[in-house]
């Protein structure tokens, strides 16, 4: 199985300023027949099932806002908030689709300092 | 709009049999991949195993094989996740989610079901 590791378990950013998450897979998740990273980015707030936000690594779900940004390649990846804003309070996980099974990393929980 | 739907709130004891559901609507439920996802209290996410609806072909995790069963029926667009005999360690909100890409297994889960909470007492 692939082992995803996410980096910090938590963060406290100021309203404004940038968040930054960062997701290590075990082995890569870079498929080089077609150049694309198979890898996810999700939020899920409190009481709510997760909500995708970026797949193959840095393209947006359609309706999100172009303040989340995904980038990395192979095994390192990075989900960027450019402006924390109140409603991205949330738990934010990465996860893999490169082989099965699907693996997640732990989850980073974001917060407002 | 999809749309996955899922069964009600369970509460069953240790040994008890349970069958929970999920219904995909909005779009092609045979086209696309389906899985199960675990989220124990106030912990992550774990991926159970995905299904194809077409002909149920059934990729289980390894943590979770033999401790669950997946199914479908293609003609009411739902699949099913039981088990045959609880334990207080299966309490958790269990999600359904489909694959976003039409007939690819590597594909983000995209679509979320609202989950349905399954609480076990011993």
């Known amino acids: 199985d692939i082992v995803m590791t996410q980096s910090p378990d938590s963060l406290a950013v100021s309203l404004g300023e940038r968040a930054t998450i960062n997701c290590k897979s075990s082995?890569?998740?870079?498929?080089?027949?077609?150049?694309?990273?198979?890898l996810a980015w999700s939020q899920q707030k409190p009481g709510q099932p997760p909500k995708l936000l970026i797949y193959?690594?840095?393209t947006r779900e359609s309706g999100v806002p172009d303040r989340f940004s995904g980038s990395g390649s192979g095994t390192d990846f990075t989900l960027t908030i450019s402006s924390l804003q109140a409603e991205d309070v949330a738990v934010y996980y990465c996860?893999?689709?490169?082989?099965?099974?699907?693996?997640f990393g732990q989850g980073t929980r974001l917060e407002i300092k | 709009e999809v749309q996955l739907v899922q069964s009600g709130a369970e509460v069953k004891k240790s040994g008890e049999a349970l069958k929970i559901s999920c219904k995909g609507s909005?779009?092609?439920?045979?086209?696309?991949?389906i899985g199960w996802v675990r989220q124990m209290p106030g912990k992550g996410l774990e991926c159970m195993g995905i299904?194809?609806?077409?002909?149920?072909?059934?990729r289980y995790s390894p943590s979770f094989q033999g401790q669950v069963t997946m199914s479908v029926d293609k003609s009411t667009s739902t699949a099913y996740l039981q088990w045959s005999s609880l334990q207080a360690s299966d309490t958790a909100m269990y999600y359904c989610?489909?694959?976003?890409?039409?007939?690819?297994?590597?594909?983000?889960?995209?679509?979320w079901g609202q989950g349905t909470l399954v609480t076990v007492s011993s």
């Open positions: 989610a489909r694959l976003g890409r039409e007939g690819s297994i590597e594909s983000p889960f995209d679509y």
């Open positions: 909005g779009y092609s439920f045979s086209s696309y991949w």
């Open positions: 299904m194809w609806p077409g002909d149920s072909d059934t």
């Open positions: 082995q890569s998740v870079l498929y080089r027949s077609n150049n694309k990273n198979y």
């Open positions: 193959w690594a840095s």
């Open positions: 996860h893999q689709y490169h082989s099965t099974p699907i693996t």
